[in-house]
């Protein structure tokens, strides 16, 4: 396996600067892919101008949004600044919002620190009277970071909304059914859960244990990128909150998951970074799966074929 990957970027400001050359977009240009009418823009997920830009009066029925949780990547704020910040860049997904429609937040907790920023969102979340809360996911990593004096830490908290009445698209797992119970008679027979249900595997619920976090060994991994969602999990949630043709908004580019996730379950995705080599690494990341089928680039980078020219 070749290894040439990149340091992260949130880390490394001279790798990040050293990029900047390679990138084809400048703060406030967007990139429209004339194929099938995705689009990343670098923007600011706060500035309601930005955003106005990009939807041009389009209405979305999902949005995915994985913001910098303040903790240990990227800029972190004092903690009534970082809510505040929040609280504009929620406002402005609303506005851009279908009448029925659904939102997604991934977000983090830090343990050490009085569990900020999570429940200070969740409180805020409470001003926005048209979403209305769903449900509390928990995805669990395989791999965590401990301590002897203290549990493992291998969650990773995922919050749904809705507004107005969207449809919900029922998913199951990859874990098969191997407890039998809960029986219950129909037609006069009496029946195990297992006899009725749908599917020989369990349905997903508020707590995901059978997605695999990314690391450097798989396909999808692109260095450079901190914290990046798997494929998988994004998959589920735009399989079971979107139809085929819809629109999907992810004010947070990043390693541009929810484009690829989008782009192979025919959703049309508008993504937006403020930083022009994370909006660089999403729109590489959507050529490259086309031209080879790979979704990332497991320890490579996005940027090596600049680097030898």
């Given at each position: 396996m070749?290894?040439n990957?990149?340091?992260?970027?949130?880390?490394d400001?001279?790798?990040?600067?050293?990029?900047?050359?390679?990138?084809?977009l400048?703060?406030?240009?967007?990139?429209?892919?004339?194929?099938?009418?995705?689009?990343?823009?670098?923007l600011?997920a706060?500035?309601?101008e930005?955003?106005?830009?990009l939807?041009?009066?389009?209405?979305?029925q999902?949005a995915?949004?994985?913001?910098p949780?303040?903790?240990?990547?990227?800029?972190?704020?004092?903690?009534?600044?970082?809510?505040?910040?929040?609280?504009?860049?929620?406002?402005?997904?609303?506005?851009?919002?279908?009448?029925d429609a659904?939102?997604y937040?991934?977000?983090?907790?830090?343990?050490?620190n009085?569990?900020?920023?999570?429940?200070?969102?969740?409180v805020?979340?409470?001003?926005?009277?048209?979403l209305?809360?769903?449900?509390?996911?928990t995805?669990?990593n395989?791999?965590?970071?401990g301590?002897?004096?203290n549990?493992m830490?291998v969650?990773?908290?995922l919050?749904?909304?809705?507004?107005?009445?969207?449809?919900f698209?029922?998913?199951?797992?990859d874990?098969?059914?191997?407890?039998?119970?809960?029986y219950?008679?129909?037609n006069?027979?009496?029946?195990?859960?297992?006899?009725?249900s749908?599917?020989?595997c369990?349905?997903?619920?508020?707590?995901?244990?059978?997605?695999?976090?990314?690391?450097?060994?798989?396909?999808?991994n692109?260095?450079?990128?901190?914290?990046q969602k798997?494929?998988?999990?994004?998959?589920?949630i735009i399989?079971?909150?979107?139809?085929?043709?819809?629109?999907?908004?992810?004010?947070?580019?990043?390693?541009?998951?929810t484009?690829?996730?989008a782009e192979?379950l025919?959703?049309?995705?508008y993504?937006?970074?403020t930083d022009?080599v994370?909006c660089e690494i999403?729109?590489?990341?959507?050529?490259?799966f086309?031209?080879t089928?790979?979704?990332?680039?497991?320890?490579?980078?996005?940027?090596e074929?600049?680097a030898?020219?």
């Amino acid at each position: 396996m070749k290894n040439n990957p990149l340091p992260r970027l949130d880390e490394d400001r001279r790798a990040r600067q050293a990029l900047l050359k390679d990138c084809r977009l400048a703060p406030g240009q967007i990139w429209l892919d004339t194929q099938t009418g995705h689009k990343v823009g670098c923007l600011d997920a706060a500035d309601a101008e930005d955003i106005n830009n990009l939807l041009a009066g389009e209405k979305a029925q999902l949005a995915v949004h994985d913001p910098p949780y303040n903790l240990v990547a990227f800029q972190q704020r004092k903690l009534d600044e970082f809510i505040q910040w929040c609280s504009q860049w929620v406002n402005n997904t609303i506005a851009h919002l279908d009448n029925d429609a659904c939102v997604y937040f991934w977000f983090g907790a830090d343990q050490n620190n009085g569990f900020q920023p999570l429940p200070d969102f969740m409180v805020m979340m409470r001003q926005f009277k048209e979403l209305i809360s769903r449900s509390f996911i928990t995805m669990r990593n395989q791999r965590g970071y401990g301590t002897a004096k203290n549990w493992m830490a291998v969650r990773q908290e995922l919050l749904y909304y809705v507004k107005g009445n969207p449809s919900f698209n029922v998913q199951y797992t990859d874990i098969p059914k191997v407890l039998k119970g809960y029986y219950k008679k129909i037609n006069g027979r009496m029946t195990e859960n297992s006899q009725r249900s749908k599917s020989q595997c369990i349905r997903a619920s508020n707590v995901w244990v059978d997605i695999q976090q990314v690391f450097y060994r798989m396909h999808e991994n692109v260095t450079g990128c901190y914290a990046q969602k798997p494929l998988k999990s994004i998959d589920r949630i735009i399989q079971s909150s979107s139809k085929e043709g819809d629109l999907v908004l992810d004010f947070f580019a990043h390693s541009g998951a929810t484009l690829i996730s989008a782009e192979t379950l025919g959703r049309k995705c508008y993504t937006i970074d403020t930083d022009p080599v994370f909006c660089e690494i999403t729109i590489r990341r959507l050529e490259r799966f086309r031209k080879t089928g790979e979704t990332g680039w497991q320890n490579n980078h996005p940027f090596e074929e600049s680097a030898a020219e």
